[in-house]
């Protein structure tokens, strides 16, 4: 894969890969490498021969910092990811306590009006209880006066 000498336009933002331009820019500079890339995946197996140690040695240099560059670079977006995931959830927990607090300040009034609701149900039981002893009372003296 050989990229033309002529700078690669995109437009912003890159919805495809998620990358910024910056990014993509950064990732193209991997491959826009001087060394003539190997067809069979880092082992240079027959050409070997051809290189002589020094050589080998200074290409096996350049293909660990390329190889540490894209790692840090992995590593970067990982951590950018967890960061955001972070941000992400603290931004739910702090909405799913608000919801909290709610739901117990809702609690606590219904608490109350229940309780309210229980002292006025005790009141009227006393008073209809009072009322029907005096209803029996004056039953019980309709019946002595009318003997």
Do not use: C
């Not at 799913?96 to 039981?125: G, M, P, T």
């Not at 009322?131 to 039953?139: D, K, N, W």
Request: no cysteine.
């Amino acid at each position: 894969m050989f990229l033309a000498e002529e700078d690669v336009q995109f437009q912003l933002p890159v919805h495809e890969t998620d990358f910024s331009y910056e990014e993509l820019q950064e990732l193209l500079s991997f491959f826009e490498s001087e060394e003539p890339v190997s067809s069979n995946s880092g082992s240079e197996g027959s050409s070997r021969a051809v290189y002589s140690p020094d050589e080998r040695k200074q290409r096996r240099k350049v293909s660990n910092r390329e190889s540490a560059k894209r790692s840090r670079w992995r590593k970067k977006r990982h951590l950018e990811n967890l960061t955001d995931q972070v941000n992400q959830l603290n931004v739910e927990n702090r909405q799913l306590k608000n919801r909290l607090s709610l739901v117990i300040n809702q609690y606590h009034v219904v608490w109350l009006e229940n309780e309210r609701l229980r002292s006025e149900s005790e009141a009227l039981w006393a008073k209809l209880s009072d009322l029907y002893r005096t209803s029996a009372a004056m039953q019980y003296n309709q019946v002595l006066t009318s003997n």
